[in-house]
């Protein structure tokens, strides 16, 4: 070991628990030591390997990473070692990538990127033993001449293949064969291309392509964690590619792993398929038979989709009911502490209990859903059904991966709208996300659980009505296809689509932790939002309902209301005798009152005009706009406004009732019924297509940003005041 200093240096990388450490162990017998890398803690194993023809390299056993993307020690150690930064300065002369034979693809995923570093490669298909026993057949022949690289067959416990591996070697060593590499799409070359010449001609940087790939895709590279210690101007640089990057539509933080695999993937496909031909057919691909089938699979994920919604609506039900009731009870006793200040009382019993716990009572159906969603994903059911959708979907711009999302948005937006983060198209996450709120959320069940109950239902019956709630449900989705389509032509256009590729997982047991977890996750969020946007928006509507307050305006409508019974049957005013119905009433007509006189009331009144083509009265104008910020306010400002007082709810026949027999009050329309079955129609299209969540809005300014969240605002704002105009000027010339 005279000449360790002129020795050539190989390095052994690969997935954890491939046989690395065995490997080295092998060939390097005792001749090992071990250290730490400079500055690191990570442990540092070199050794000398005695070649066949004498020559005595130098071999280095790296910590074992899935990948270079992830900024752990490990990996960055390992990036630096085959970039040359590693030890004394200087790349290693060849790199044997220790694979294991069972996972082929993920390992040579690893191989794929270290290969970018630019250095010679020779790949060790481990564990070859377990792929014998597993009747597993891999044409390593056929591998080798695919990726350009030697490709040698080892047992490293048992040191067979250690020859044919050496041999290898040294060949290598001399021709130095690189693997193939992926052609990179225009917008990543050109990325790579920009942060080539912003590092070279600012800062004399020369990096290989492997490390400008490692610059552009990893959001902390080790590279950058080695060109940060140098100078902090690079991040800029770094960042405008990126950015770039993204404009083009690819997401710098997901492209990577699409675009590797789709070049890896038919570059295995083959060598896979006579592995697959050569053994019986999997359990997997024959249920894929049928799942995946143009016909019956669609039939198949109909059904399931059906259960799906099913189960949401009734078991979610009785806990959706105590909820409701403990909301009512905590709302009583608060309301009972608060006596002595009617506007404390008001604010926290109605505006806050009563809101955040209108918002709360969806937990349940959430929770539901996720169970489901996760429960279908983790057996691997998911991405089959988001591989059916791909094709329903693509016309309009939205891609399979975009299914979960719109999905989770029939429970809610938000978490729909947090899901598209797995969509690694841009362009078809943003339309994802634009058409999100358009799905039917569960807050707009009660509106339309209220309309239907009063007035389709008693004319036309219960199979009518719950035709009409079916349909009600896809009113959104209906719209939103075309909305999607136009988004797709006017958003980005010309780009093309970065086509849809996703690797179907085998069936599996799901297990019951992570589908827990998955639901507790998503759940945890919910509950977040309800206690923080809902919680400003409600106490903001609460105000602009409460006040001005005006303390005459009790003695003018109690005078005033005494003054018609009287007329009734003349009485004393002094001796008047109030009953519990007429003072009940009374203070009914008091809230009423104060809320014509509120803030929000006059609002509304101002902007009735605009609503009254869709046939709304100040009322129901007051009730629209107290529910931007949530859409189940509107039931109970309805049941102030129609002088109920707060506590109704959808299922109260009392609302619906009132409803069927309020009257216009003034306007060329006075004395007739306000409600009839176009402006129900009209106020429950208005409500499917409305952008009426303010949380939802916050959630989309957040993964994109304000721009798109006052856009999408006015644009859904708008489509659902013409769907309601068009619906209740149509339904008109029926009656
Ligand atoms: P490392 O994490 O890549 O360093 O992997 P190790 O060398 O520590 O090996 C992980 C496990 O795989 C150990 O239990 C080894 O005994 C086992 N192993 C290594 N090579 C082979 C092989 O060729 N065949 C089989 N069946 N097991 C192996
Ligand atoms: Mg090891």
């Known amino acids: 070991m005279s000449a360790a200093a002129a020795n050539r240096r190989i390095a052994l990388i690969g997935n954890p628990n491939t046989g690395k450490t065995s490997l080295f162990n092998t060939l390097t017998g005792m001749r090992q030591r071990v250290g730490n890398y400079s500055g690191v803690t990570v442990e540092k194993k070199t050794g000398t390997w005695q070649m066949p023809n004498g020559e005595s390299v130098e071999l280095i056993d790296l910590p074992g990473t899935y990948s270079l993307s992830a900024s752990s020690l490990d990996e960055r150690v390992a990036v630096d070692v085959i970039s040359g930064h590693g030890m004394g300065g200087k790349a290693p002369d060849l790199v044997i990538v220790v694979v294991d034979v069972e996972n082929l693809r993920r390992n040579l995923f690893l191989a794929s990127q270290a290969s970018e570093l630019g250095v010679p490669m020779v790949i060790a298909l481990n564990c070859w033993d377990v792929a014998e026993k597993k009747g597993l057949q891999i044409d390593s022949k056929l591998l080798e001449q695919r990726l350009g690289v030697p490709v040698v067959p080892t047992v490293a416990k048992r040191k067979s293949g250690t020859d044919e591996l050496a041999k290898a070697v040294e060949k290598a060593l001399l021709s130095r064969p690189i693997l193939v590499r992926p052609k990179w799409p225009e917008p990543v070359q050109k990325a790579i291309a920009s942060l080539r010449e912003g590092l070279i001609d600012q800062h004399g940087e020369s990096l290989s392509e492997g490390e400008l790939q490692r610059l552009l895709f990893d959001r902390k590279s080790a590279v950058t964690e080695r060109l940060k210690t140098a100078s902090s101007e690079h991040a800029p640089i770094i960042q405008a590619a990126r950015d770039q990057l993204y404009k083009d539509g690819f997401q710098p933080d997901a492209a990577e792993s699409t675009l590797r695999f789709r070049f890896l993937n038919p570059l295995l496909n083959d060598v896979l398929e006579r592995q697959s031909a050569m053994k019986k057919r999997s359990k997997s691909e024959s249920i894929d038979q049928l799942l995946l089938h143009k016909f019956w699979g669609l039939l198949v ?83 089959r059904a988001a591989f059916l959708m791909d094709k329903l979907f693509q016309w309009c711009g939205l891609n399979g991966k975009s299914f979960v999302p719109l999905l989770t948005s029939f429970a809610c937006a938000i978490p729909g709208i947090m899901a598209t983060r797995t969509i690694n198209d841009n362009k078809a996450r943003l339309i994802t996300i634009l058409v999100a709120p358009l799905m039917s959320c569960s807050a707009r069940l009660p509106v339309y659980l209220l309309l239907i109950g009063a007035f389709i239902e008693p004319k036309y019956g219960p199979n009518v009505a719950g035709a009409t709630l079916f349909a009600m449900h896809f009113v959104g989705a209906f719209v939103a296809a075309p909305f999607a389509w136009a988004l797709n032509k006017t958003v980005n256009k010309g ?23 998955r639901m507790y996750e998503s759940g945890k969020e919910f509950v977040v939002r309800a206690g923080t946007v809902i919680f400003a928006m409600t106490i903001i509507i609460w105000a602009l309902l409460y006040f001005p307050r005006s303390e005459t305006i009790e003695t003018e409508v109690r005078a005033q209301y005494m003054s018609e019974l009287s007329q009734a049957e003349p009485v004393e005013a002094t001796e008047f005798e109030w009953t519990p119905e007429t003072e009940a009433e009374l203070s009914k007509r008091i809230d009423a009152t104060y809320l014509e006189q509120s803030y929000m009331g006059r609002f509304g009144k101002l902007v009735q005009p605009i609503f009254a083509p ?60 306000v409600f009839n079955i176009p402006v129900a129609l009209s106020i429950m299209v208005f409500f ?12 989309i300014a957040k993964e994109l940003n304000w721009w798109w969240a006052a856009g999408s605002f006015f644009a859904l704002t708008a489509l659902a005041w013409v769907a309601a105009v068009m619906v209740y000027q149509v339904g008109m010339l029926f009656i």
């Open 688 to 699: 499917a297509l409305c952008m009426q969540c303010g949380a939802t809005l916050a959630v």
């Open 301 to 383: 994920f109909v059904g399931m989709m059906y259960v799906v919604f099913q189960s949401v609506y009734t078991w979610a039900g009785p806990i959706m009911d105590l909820i409701e009731t403990m909301v009512g009870w905590v709302q009583g006793i608060a309301s009972d502490a608060l006596v002595a200040t009617p506007m404390l009382q008001s604010l926290i019993a109605d505006g806050i209990i009563g809101g955040v716990g209108a918002f709360l009572v969806f937990l349940p159906q959430i929770l539901v859903l996720f169970f489901f969603i996760s429960l279908l994903e983790a057996s691997g059911y998911m991405a």
């Open 614 to 673: 869709a046939g709304y009265d100040w009322k129901i104008t007051v009730g629209v706009l107290a529910s931007f910020p949530a859409r189940e306010i509107i039931i109970s400002t309805l049941g102030i406004t129609y002088a109920l007082g707060g506590e109704v709810d959808e299922e109260s026949d009392d609302l619906r009732s009132t409803l069927s027999n309020a009257k216009w009050e003034s306007g060329p329309r006075k004395g007739e019924p």
């Open 495 to 517: 780009r093309k689509p970065v086509p849809f590729v996703m690797e179907l997982p085998h069936y599996r047991v799901p297990q019951v932790k992570l589908v827990f977890h």
